[in-house]
């Protein structure tokens, strides 16, 4: 075709640069490995690099660059919060979670995401008279019943029933992010990057449960106040993506 030659005249080849971008730790093997074929490859942290790095063995160091993904200042605006009129509606929905500070797990429903340990530290702190409630949200997704109904039975022998609330993936993530008195997750993987430089006194070793129910106690008493971002932001991302692209797209010398 006529473009084709187009280009050889100017001595650029036609082939499309391949960038690639991996956002989670993945099984390795064969397929998973067509995400490490770009010419540059993203990773979202630290800890994925170096997964990636140590089951690749093949893969140049230099051909992998860590681009933390970005959060959206304008969907998420510092020190938002919510109005009369949405807290009216949600604890309407949601009778169960008021009338104590609100634990929210945001995680899909897969016991990768520790669930469990959850449940287990809304069962830890009632035993310690300190009432809070917990919302496992976007736990509730089709082909997740058996999944769920593991977790309801937990919560039941547990003795929780009345102050957890599992609930399908939402809209309004912004809202309940900022009504929550805790947002859970471990400091692990990207995760443990985020809190440690973000927020280091949010962090709590991989299933360390006691680590997790004393530091919850000690939260929900008194939270040291989290600053505005200055990196992690959606700007950021892009930046670095782009530049990674202009890299690229370099004429070789």
Same mark, same amino acid.
């Given at each position: +075709? ?9 001595? =650029?080849? +036609? ?12 099984? +390795? ?16 942290? !630290?800890?994925? #690099?170096?997964? =990636? ?27 938002? &919060? ?24 945001? %995680? ?24 809070? &409630? ?23 022998? #547990? ?41 280091? %006194?949010? #962090? =709590?070793?991989?299933?360390? #449960? ?6 919850? %106690? ?20 892009? !930046? ?10 370099? +004429?070789?010398?």
């Amino acid at each position: +075709p006529a473009w084709v030659g187009w280009w050889a005249l100017r001595g =650029v080849s +036609p082939r499309p640069h391949f960038v690639t971008t991996v956002h989670g730790f993945n099984s +390795p093997g064969r397929y998973s490995s067509i995400l490490l074929r770009g010419e540059r490859v993203i990773v979202v942290s !630290q800890t994925l #690099r170096d997964y =990636v790095l140590s089951h690749y063995r093949w893969l140049e160091p230099g051909r992998v660059r860590v681009i933390p993904r970005g959060i959206d200042q304008d969907a998420f605006p510092y020190g938002h &919060r919510p109005d009369d009129a949405w807290h009216k509606a949600f604890f309407a929905e949601f009778p169960a979670l008021a009338g104590a500070p609100l634990l929210t797990m945001p %995680a899909r429903g897969t016991r990768l995401k520790g669930h469990h340990d959850a449940i287990e530290l809304l069962a830890d702190l009632k035993r310690r008279g300190i009432e809070a &409630r917990l919302l496992l949200l976007g736990v509730v997704e089709p082909g997740r019943e058996a999944y769920v109904a593991e977790l309801q039975e937990l919560i039941r022998l #547990r003795g929780v029933t009345s102050q957890v609330v599992l609930s399908p993936p939402r809209d309004d993530i912004r809202d309940i992010y900022a009504l929550s008195a805790l947002v859970l997750g471990y400091a692990h993987g990207g995760v443990g990057e985020l809190l440690a430089e973000l927020y280091p %006194a949010g #962090r =709590v070793p991989l299933g360390d #449960r006691e680590r997790l129910v004393e530091r919850a %106690a000690e939260l929900l008493r008194v939270a040291p106040p989290i600053s505005p971002l200055q990196s992690y932001r959606l700007s950021d991302m892009q !930046q670095s993506t782009l530049a990674l692209y202009d890299e690229v797209t370099q +004429p070789q010398g």
